[in-house]
């Protein structure tokens, strides 16, 4: 296994040589095989051990294992202790999934802090045909089945073309000790039922059962691959980036017939998860909302709009001239004679018109201004209308306000009212620093 495991290095990792890795260490059979192989390779590393508590005295032995190790083979090692069940219960995770958080948040924290470079586990392709297995039982997209990656960012998995067996061979031939976790005899998790009594009846079916699941993962990443490249052609041709949204136009995107799988393929990253609603969104009238939990996703006429949901504020005061604020808006306050360069982010006022303190909020339906450069005055709502705002835009406009009365639509229109009549008055320019036109 060794050869085997240093020309799959020398291949497909050896930019590794020269880093500095932080090895993941249970104390168990594939770590510490992986660690000896490392060894034995002169990489440069230190060992990483999580105590869970899960398991009372023994998950105190493995750590106290893993830490006699490094000891005594004078190699670098980090451990810690964390309370997984309390963790669990009050992030409403699995015991799993909690300590899988919980572990690589932690090997983050040491890459920072020690500048390692990569992350290494001991994932071995037992481990990927049991996720794969899971996924598939939990119902699952392509990208579901397409494996554990040897990559990703910064945490590699070098052992990925070896089985659970051939690791076990190597342990033995060469006296290597290691830590049985009691627990992985238990059938209480998905991945111990799987392992116990679904794949020994594929190994059995097929002899070469392993070899034949990586032949069907090469495949299907290659699938995924192609899907990918569509997925990036269609966007190009549907989706528009503008201002921090997504706008997707039905039309085009009705176009295709699987338009659906697109949706899926452009949205699910933002934490959707209705999707019978999301894809009736596109058949729904417009206004309708569905919502992750960070984002909103909105039919408007002939597009779906995605964007991040609003934070609630409560009107803030501006007390003088000489008060800045950079919440909910950045805006900046200044005395000038120059008035040329006035524009949707700089508006020039009178000051003697103004009255203190001015106030920012959202925008009412039965709010009026008059628009500059028009005569008379003007609903804001018909004022949005008919510049054919959507939904989102009107939710996030903002009034600038003096003794009840607007002076800006923030970003969209001054109010006639306030404007200078002439360069001889004192007259304030107010900014509005909008990141998204800067």
Known sequence: M????????????????????????????????????????????????????LRNLESDADEEFVNNYAEQNKIPCFTTKFDTLNYSEIHKLSTQVAARNL??????????????????????????????????????????????????????????PFSRKEIEIYASENQLQWREDSSNASDKYVRNKIRHHIVPVFKEINDSFLLSFQNTLEHLNQQQSLVDDAVLLVYEKVVSEEKQQLKINISALLQYNNYKA???????????????????????????????????????????????????????VIHSVTENTNFPLNFSFCNTSNISNQNKNIIFVEESKLQFPLTIRKWNSGDYFYPAGMQGKKKVSKYFKDEKFTLFQKQQAFILESNNKIVWIIGHRADERFKPENTNQNIIQITYNNEENS
Not at 35 to 47: I, M, R
Not at 145 to 156: A, Q, R
Request: net charge negative; with cysteine.
């Open 103 to 160: 572990r690589y948040d932690w090997f983050n924290e040491i890459l920072i802090q020690e500048n390692f470079d990569y992350i290494i586990t001991a994932h071995h392709v037992d481990d990927v045909v049991e996720t794969f297995m899971i996924n598939l039982s939990r119902g699952t997209g392509l990208e579901g089945l397409t494996g554990i990656p040897s990559k990703n960012g910064n945490i590699i998995r070098p052992m990925l």
């Open 2 to 53: 060794f050869q085997k495991f240093k020309i799959h290095i020398d291949i497909n990792f050896s930019f590794l040589q020269d880093k500095k890795l932080l090895v993941a260490t249970s104390g168990g059979v594939d770590s510490m095989v992986l660690v000896h192989l490392f060894q034995k390779l002169n990489f440069n590393f230190a060992l990483a051990h999580c105590n869970f508590q």
């Open 262 to 316: 697109y949706l899926y393929q452009w949205l699910h990253k933002y934490g959707f998860t209705a999707w019978n609603d999301v894809y009736d969104l596109i058949y729904s009238q417009s206004g309708k909302q569905i919502f992750s939990e960070n984002y909103v996703l909105l039919k408007d006429r002939e597009y779906l709009l995605l964007s991040q949901k609003t934070t609630d504020f409560e009107t803030v």
